[in-house]
């Protein structure tokens, strides 16, 4: 059961991952933030990619509850835990 968390926790991480780098896309932009709609929008949008931020990582923390994986062993990330 273990090989069926760190999957899924490898995938969860890419996903974390692909959302941090959209987030950057919503980073302060005074070129681009001069309307007040546009950066309402923006905002808005950052909003709800960090919120998906939180998710992923709630989903992150209850698999490795659900699943705790042995001292000293790789989840797949690279990361021992």
Do not use: C, F
């Amino acid at each position: 059961m273990n090989e069926v968390a760190s999957s899924i926790i490898n995938y969860l991480e890419g996903q974390k991952t692909i959302v941090e780098h959209a987030l950057h896309a919503y980073d302060p932009n005074p070129l681009i933030d001069n309307d007040r709609d546009i950066r309402q929008m923006r905002e808005l949008e950052a909003i709800k990619l960090r919120d998906r931020l939180n998710e992923l990582s709630r989903h992150i923390a209850v698999v490795k509850a659900m699943y705790p994986l042995p001292k000293g062993i790789s989840n797949g990330s690279g990361k021992k835990e």
